[in-house]
């Protein structure tokens, strides 16, 4: 029963290819978020999602996109992939309603490789 | 503007006490959170602290200061175990988190 769940766990693809990836919560928690973790181990923040609202949307490419069909699901759409974009993914969810945003559960993360 | 510093590395022997500090500079402060993670996994939870005060959890603890817009983490009896990244996080009033760089932590046997 793992709490937040990401797939796929490994990606290499090509430059200018387009990919997604699936992220779903099992924890009933109302804000989901996208993660990017560089070859330096920063952790920085994309996206989150509250109630499928997107209410933090970081300076990103606009090729990146997040898609929620409900509130237990969080998939991140990336359009013409770059040498840049490779990094680990993390998706990650909090109970914000709850003032609880502090403990944020992640996912295993998914490893994109762009050749 | 909005930034966290925190020491690269660390280096401490088994057994003994490590503190990993954390200074911040944000706007709209409520709290600062710290996360473990170890090479090729996620970052998991590990205290909190939205009051000035220390905050116990078994073998660690998590110290805040909000006049002096600082923190730190204290780990006790060392295992080799707790070899990871420590990560300190700023969360704003609006919900918003911004984490530190992380503190790279190695344990001599």
């Known amino acids: 029963d793992t709490a937040v769940s990401q797939t796929p766990k490994y990606l290499v693809t090509q430059m200018g290819n387009d990919k997604s990836i699936k992220c779903e919560q099992n924890l009933g928690h109302d804000t989901m978020y996208w993660y990017k973790q560089d070859s330096k181990k920063f952790l920085k923040i994309m996206f989150s999602?509250?109630?499928?609202?997107?209410?933090i949307n970081e300076t990103v490419p606009n090729r990146f996109s997040p898609k929620s069909p409900d509130k237990a699901h969080l998939n991140l759409h990336i359009n013409s992939l770059e040498l840049g974009d490779s990094a680990v993914y993390f998706c990650?969810?909090?109970?914000?309603?709850?003032?609880?945003?502090?403990?944020?559960?992640f996912g295993p993360g998914t490893r994109l490789t762009v050749t | 503007g909005q930034s966290l510093e925190q020491p690269s590395e660390v280096t401490a022997v088994e057994g003994a006490i490590v503190q990993i500090n954390c200074t911040y500079q944000t706007s709209g402060f409520y709290g600062l959170s710290w996360y473990q993670q170890h090479d090729g996994g996620a970052p998991t939870f590990l205290s909190y602290?939205?009051?000035?005060g220390l905050e116990e959890t078994g073998r660690f603890s998590s110290f805040l200061s909000r006049s002096d817009s600082y923190g730190y983490l204290l780990l006790q009896e060392l295992q080799m175990k707790d070899s990871a990244s420590y990560f300190c996080a700023v969360i704003q009033r609006d919900d918003k988190i911004i984490f530190g760089k992380g503190t790279r932590l190695h344990i001599l046997p």
């Open positions: 990650a969810s909090s109970q914000t309603s709850g003032g609880n945003s502090y403990e944020q559960y």
């Open positions: 999602y509250n109630n499928k609202e997107l209410i």
């Open positions: 602290n939205a009051l000035d």
